[in-house]
């Protein structure tokens, strides 16, 4: 039997405001030089291109920073490539989103695995056709429509990432 989601019962739990001291944590960590972030929720021109959150460094530099949530713990990172499989809708791995990282937080753990979005897009575009054909799981059921993910191992996904910074010219 396939989990039935709930997306607006998930996006409640991804919003969460008692989660803020939880961010400011992790973005202070990341980014010694913050001086500020700010949430960008509702819908947004800026939700639309997948920021969630900007943050501001002491240099002027700006970020944009979409954040992924799991309740539990996990060893692997879901990637969603079809978010309504009805229509046809790309995920947000499919998309070219106004971001410079991808968030990917285990709230259970409180660890948040921050991915150059740059990178990760680099590897999805070289390994997604085999991901999908080895690492899919079951569909996410919502109302009315399904959402596919493939489950890449942390390990594995972190190694490739890694990697995607060494350019080779041949």
């Known amino acids: 039997m396939l989990n039935k989601n709930d997306f607006k019962q998930d996006l409640t739990f991804s919003i969460k405001a008692s989660d803020e001291s939880f961010w400011t944590a992790i973005y202070h960590k990341a980014f010694p030089n913050m001086v500020s972030h700010m949430v960008c ?6 939700q639309r ?3 969630d959150r900007v943050i501001l460094l002491s240099n002027g530099r700006i970020l944009k920073v979409d954040e992924k949530k799991r309740r539990k713990e996990y060893n692997d990172i879901l990637l969603e490539y079809i ?4 229509t046809g809708a790309p995920g947000w791995m499919e ?3 106004s971001i410079d990282y991808l968030a990917y937080a285990f709230m259970q753990s409180k660890t948040v695995y921050l991915f150059d979005w740059c990178l990760l897009k680099r590897v999805w575009n070289h390994k997604k056709d085999y991901w999908i054909k080895n690492n899919s799981i079951p569909p996410a059921v919502n109302n009315g429509y399904n959402t596919l993910n493939v489950a890449v191992p942390i390990k594995e996904l972190m190694s490739l990432v890694s990697t995607a910074s060494i350019i080779k010219l041949q």
């Open 41 to 46: 929720d509702g819908d947004t021109q800026s």
């Open 95 to 97: 998309k070219d989103l």
């Open 49 to 51: 291109m997948g920021i």
């Open 83 to 86: 978010s309504v499989d009805k």
